[in-house]
Nanobody, 121 residues
Framework: VQLQASGGGLVQAGGSLRLSCVASGRTFSSYGMGWFRQVPGKERGFVARISGSGRSTYYADSVKGRFTISRDNAKNTVYLQMNNLKPEDTAVYYC???????????????WGQGTLVTVSS
């Protein structure tokens, strides 16, 4: 499985961005998917995850109510809609995939290449 993340960019505080992560392969719905972020000098941290069916989602407290994770299994794509962005959301965002289980920071089978989100104050 290869993951290709996109959608990052420069946005002012309070603005919105939508990240996309497209996966190769034919068993996308069998993978738990998630978004993570990392700033220089810090460990990669959890942002949000979604089950293979899309029925179950979970968010980090810091993004709850502002970010929404979703997926379109017909398009092999997982999204992260980010609203009301804050400067502290600035990071490289990565998508991760784990076969048959929830994806976490330390238990992802595959990682995308990352997309940079910069939020200016």
């Amino acid at each position: 499985v290869q993951l290709q993340a996109s959608g990052g960019g420069l946005v002012q505080a309070g603005g919105s961005l939508r990240l996309s992560c497209v996966a190769s392969g034919r068993t996308f719905s069998s993978y738990g998917m998630g978004w993570f972020r990392q700033v220089p000098g810090k460990e990669r941290g959890f942002v949000a995850r979604i089950s293979g069916s899309g029925r179950s989602t979970y968010y980090a407290d810091s993004v709850k109510g502002r970010f929404t994770i979703s997926r379109d299994n017909a398009k092999n794509t997982v999204y992260l809609q980010m609203n009301n962005l804050k400067p502290e959301d600035t990071a490289v965002y990565y998508c991760g995939a784990r076969f048959g289980a929830q994806v976490t920071t330390i238990s992802s089978d595959y990682w995308g290449q990352g997309t940079l989100v910069t939020v200016s104050s």
